[in-house]
């Protein structure tokens, strides 16, 4: 091990967030075992890593990378000298885009080799620029960014002190330390921290200075947290706003139905964004027409606003301060009225409106308390909610459809569009096995559903008009599915269209294109649109679409009333591209 203390630097490697909360929970540890180069060394860094980074965490110690990766909310690989070969650099890479978090260590010289294979899997993930020094030797590393370079590069510290152009160091002070960590910037194919790779480890023995166990412990929460994650998120929400800021709740728009969530049921929709002041450390947010759910990063679900078919999962028609719904949960989805949690151990929950199957339960009995859904025995990695519908991804290799199926919305054979075709229980969808080991998101709208795969591709089935097949007809639909676009890297697919940012940082719209604002927010075929400035995040609701800058700002396009995109005018016109900005404080 070389003793290089001022030899480290940390790089945030940036993929998407396909709405996947990554929380503390299984934790695999790869550390060599007796095959390193130091295994007494390996060995006192994974047991200190167990104590500082504990949290909530659960540890799996091997020497070796397991063939499936699904049950691991992180991965720390801690081997300084085995190189990442490349069946691993695939399950790594599916891992991140995925959107969990990994953390890889390196080393300074001396070990070429896996120095060489972490370079291909940053290039691989999107890119990075890497610079670690000692005095007298002093190396840089380039791997691809926009082309700008690094002069474009805006750095931020743990403690979230941004420095644009000249970096921050992580350390237990403001300034100093060994460590430095990339977040957003204008990084072209980079907005949010999923992989951090850093070359020396000597900061994570038990024998390090104090200074260099406050960056071990800064690295687990950055890791686990993965910067300051901001953004709006999938929700149906129809004349609400909402958006997560700084692990916070905001809430703006029509609130007239306790969305608010403070202990008040009517809020004034012309009053500014607030703070849902209950909620701290939220790691997801969605919601459906008139109600919202948050997970933290315990993994407690909360609910709250309308509940007339108890989709809020807490008591009472209206519900103004958040329920605690349920807990152990990993992800959350909603369709208009019903809830869905995926729980740490691959259990699905449904809660809410029946009537068209919705809970998959076998019945069309509502219900204001979660409801296992039957997947034959198998375990979900992943949910994604439909209109009227729902999916899940099992780690077996399977999809799971149940709800309306109209239009074969739900991937089999179905109904013409807009005749109900209910399945109460859940199906297997044969035409998606091929892709399941590959899904990292899965969603939809009325009639039609959309994957997107961990190589770029968009995937969409049912409804033609829906999932940009160059067509407004709603005659027209397949449970085949077919490609839509490549290359991207967040999908927002909600009620009867699409929102999508590629790995360029272009955005793309395509969906219904009648009625309402439909005509300007979509496209018959994906459409390209022009936003403001470079984009981090995107989201929106039933009837509109909210992007992110890379600098925080958000805007927001499509049906505009009660004061939900323009928070000047109450029931201004629909807001064309590139959208209106909206004050979140």
């Known amino acids: 091990m070389r003793n290089l203390i001022y030899a480290t630097a940390l790089i945030g490697v940036t993929l998407a967030v396909h709405g996947q909360a990554s929380l503390a929970g299984n934790v695999l540890v790869v550390n060599g075992g007796a095959d390193t180069f130091e295994p007494e060394t390996t060995v006192d860094i994974t047991r200190n890593l167990q104590v500082v980074c504990s949290g909530n965490n659960q540890y799996r110690v091997t020497s070796s990378v397991p063939s499936n990766l699904s049950a691991y909310q992180q991965i720390w690989d801690l081997r300084y000298d085995g190189v990442i070969t490349p069946e691993e650099h695939e399950q790594y890479l599916r891992f991140l885009r995925s959107g969990k978090r990994m953390f890889v260590m390196g080393e300074n010289g001396g070990f070429q080799g896996r120095n060489n294979s972490v370079i291909d899997l940053i290039e691989a993930a999107g890119g990075g620029l890497m610079t670690f020094a000692k005095p007298g030797n002093i190396q840089t590393i380039h791997a691809p960014f926009d082309e700008g370079g690094a002069t474009l590069v805006s750095y931020r510290n743990v403690g979230g002190v941004v420095s644009p152009g000249t970096g921050a160091f992580i350390s237990s002070g403001a300034r100093g330390g060994t460590g430095v960590s990339w977040d957003t910037g204008t990084l072209e194919y980079a907005p949010r921290g999923l992989l951090t790779v850093m070359f020396d480890v000597n900061f994570m023995e038990s024998k390090a200075s104090v200074a260099e166990s406050q960056i071990l412990q800064n690295l687990c929460a950055y890791v686990d947290q993965g910067g300051d994650q901001t953004g709006t998120l999938s929700t149906t929400l129809i004349t609400t706003g909402a958006a997560v800021r700084g692990k916070n709740v905001y809430v703006w728009g029509f609130r007239g139905s306790s969305q608010q969530g403070n202990g008040r049921m009517v809020v004034d929709s012309r009053q500014p964004a607030a703070r849902v002041e209950s909620l701290s450390d939220i790691r997801q947010m969605t919601g459906g027409a008139y109600h919202l759910l948050a997970?933290?990063?315990d993994g407690s679900v909360y609910g709250w606003g309308q509940s007339g078919y108890g989709e809020t999962g807490c008591p009472g028609f209206y519900v103004s301060t958040p329920c605690k719904v349920m807990s152990n949960a990993?992800?959350?989805?909603?369709?208009?009225y019903t809830s869905f949690a995926l729980t740490a151990d691959g259990g699905v929950y449904a809660w809410g409106h029946n009537l068209y199957g919705q809970l998959g339960s076998g019945n069309?009995?509502?219900?204001?308390?979660?409801?296992?859904?039957?997947?034959?025995?198998?375990?979900?990695?992943?949910?994604?909610?439909?209109?009227?519908?729902?999916?899940a991804v099992t780690e077996e290799g399977h999809v799971w459809a149940w709800g309306d199926n109209e239009a074969s919305g739900l991937g089999v054979q179905g109904s013409n569009y807009g005749v109900q075709r209910i399945v109460d229980r859940p199906i297997r969808v044969p035409?998606?096995?091929?892709?399941?080991?590959d899904i990292v998101h899965i969603a939809g709208g009325n009639g039609w559903g959309e994957v997107l795969l961990a190589d770029g591709r968009v995937l969409g089935w049912g409804l033609s008009a829906s999932i940009g097949m160059g067509t407004h007809s709603t005659a027209s639909s397949s449970p085949m599915p077919r490609v839509i676009m490549d290359n991207v890297r967040q999908l927002f697919a909600r009620y009867v269209g699409s929102f999508a940012l590629t790995n360029g940082g272009n955005l793309y719209t395509w969906g219904q294109t009648g009625g309402s604002a439909f005509s300007m927010v979509y496209g018959e075929s994906p459409t390209l649109r022009q936003p403001v400035s470079a984009v981090s995040t995107i989201g929106g609701g039933k009837e509109h679409l909210f992007y992110e800058t890379e600098d925080g700002k958000l805007f927001g396009v499509g049906y505009n009333d009660l004061y939900k995109l323009n928070q000047a005018k109450c029931c201004a016109p629909s807001i064309g591209w590139p959208g209106q900005e909206i004050r979140v404080d």
């Open 364 to 391: 069309r009995k509502n219900s204001n308390t979660p409801l296992r859904v039957d997947l034959g025995g198998e375990r979900a990695r992943l949910i994604g909610a439909a209109y009227e519908g729902a999916f």
């Open 330 to 336: 990993v992800q959350v989805a909603a369709g208009e």
């Open 295 to 297: 997970l933290d990063g």
């Open 431 to 437: 035409n998606l096995e091929q892709y399941a080991g």
